[in-house]
């Protein structure tokens, strides 16, 4: 489905800010790339629970400030550059604009750019009298907040959005900064000295000004074998009906925190037959995370199942080819909808083990700990290995989370 927008600029002798003309309302697909990190072995477990373990300390000291009547000093998930692949849009910011590479991550709210290439000031440029800053749990930035136009297409255009400009940045090797698309309450605490301000998120603006017809985004993945590949794609104000399959389930958000402060849905898991792995709980949907986590119990349920040893090199769980052969599938049970991650979508590409400190001829499970029991509010992960299989859709108006199978459900590439 493309967008039949379209955009007048106005150009007076003094560049003004530019004046948009909606002509017709319809969501608008842009492309998103496959980034491999090619910085040297990444250890994904590692990193996913880092990310994990932040995600709580988020929703804790959300509660306990808002408790206390102040925000301040919140932290906001952990960059998906800890990982070995994660997905980047091609973002325009300022007239002219310049173009930034911005990871695309559901599970924060601020986007920024500065961590590698500067912010251009322009005529559109507005700078305000907050700061913002963004810790990430093994990464940050922290800089100035101006206002400019953000241009994703030519017909789709935001007049007047918050960005941050990093003048500090860790943890953002080889990217620009952030198109952040979580929830928007995750931006509250973020600036000084306007602590208590909400920042509106692209999709906000999208919506607001009349840009989308939808206040919701669809994001499809394909599963990525190569280290150069733009399988992806991004959805403006609805969904691609050409990237999934039969019905889109959806699911209201949690009301389990500290799951219910992100993407979070409750679920359960089981493997094959009959063995249960997870029963119904709270957790995540989020493309900033590499594999899948599951609970510490859980996971040792699904080591016991698939026979699985951990392998010290990767910090995955290693399977013989003779058990690879015989691994059964992993179901996901989501309000009434079972989805079938099969054998192979739980394999770790093997043409990219070399990414992950893993031999070549070995299997590794994309299937990990999350490091905590069940019981804590957050229990499981769903993250990029589970996205490439299936179509998410983040729905802002109707606080919920689709997902509906894909013509990759199933697919053998690994």
Do not use: C
Not at 98 to 124: C, E, K, P
Not at 285 to 310: H, M, N, S, W
């Amino acid at each position: 489905m493309r967008s039949l927008l379209s955009l007048v600029l106005l150009l007076p002798a003094a560049l003004a800010l530019p004046s948009f003309v909606k002509i017709r309302d319809s969501p608008i697909t842009l492309p998103i790339a496959a980034r491999i990190n090619t910085a040297g072995p990444v250890k994904l477990a590692e990193a996913d629970r880092a990310r994990a373990r932040s995600f709580i300390q988020v929703a804790a000291q959300r509660a306990a400030k808002l408790t206390a009547g102040a925000i301040t000093d919140i932290f906001n998930g952990v960059p998906l550059t800890n990982g070995a692949v994660s997905y980047t849009a091609s973002v325009g910011v300022g007239i002219p604009p310049t173009q930034y590479t911005l990871i695309v991550d559901t599970g924060s709210s601020n986007t920024w750019v500065g961590a590698n290439t500067s912010y251009v000031r322009t005529a559109t440029s507005r700078e305000t009298p907050d700061s913002v800053a963004v810790n990430y749990g093994s990464g940050s930035f922290s800089g100035k907040e101006f206002i400019d136009v953000v241009t994703f297409a030519p017909d789709l255009i935001i007049a007047s959005q918050s960005i941050g400009v990093a003048s500090t940045s860790t943890g953002f090797s080889g990217v620009d900064g952030i198109l952040g698309v979580g929830p928007t309450d995750l931006t509250q605490g973020t600036l000084s000295p306007a602590t208590d301000s909400l920042v509106p998120t692209v999709t906000d603006n999208l919506f607001s000004e009349g840009l989308i017809p939808s206040h919701e985004i669809g994001v499809s993945f394909e599963p990525t074998t190569s280290q150069s590949e733009t399988n992806g794609e991004i959805t403006f104000g609805g969904t691609d009906e050409s990237k999934f399959t039969g019905s889109i389930t959806y699911t209201p958000i949690t009301g389990t925190s500290p799951a219910s402060t992100f993407w979070g849905i409750d679920q359960s898991v089981t493997y094959g037959t009959s063995s249960n792995i997870l029963s119904s709980t709270a957790g995540i949907v989020d493309t900033g995370t590499t594999l899948v986590l599951i609970a510490t119990d859980a996971f040792k349920r699904y080591t016991a199942a698939t026979g699985g040893v951990p392998d010290d090199a990767t910090g995955l769980l290693r399977l013989t080819t003779d058990q690879f052969a015989n691994l059964q599938s992993l179901f996901f049970h989501v309000d009434g909808t079972t989805f079938e991650l099969t054998a192979n979508a739980q394999a770790w590409p093997r043409s990219l083990n070399s990414l992950i400190g893993g031999n070549v001829n070995s299997v590794y499970l994309i299937v990990a700990d999350l490091g905590t029991p069940t019981g804590q509010g957050l229990d499981f992960i769903n993250g990029l290995t589970f996205l490439e299989r299936f179509y998410s859709v983040y729905d802002t108006a109707n606080k919920r989370v689709g997902l509906a199978t894909t013509p990759f459900t199933d697919a053998t590439s690994n």
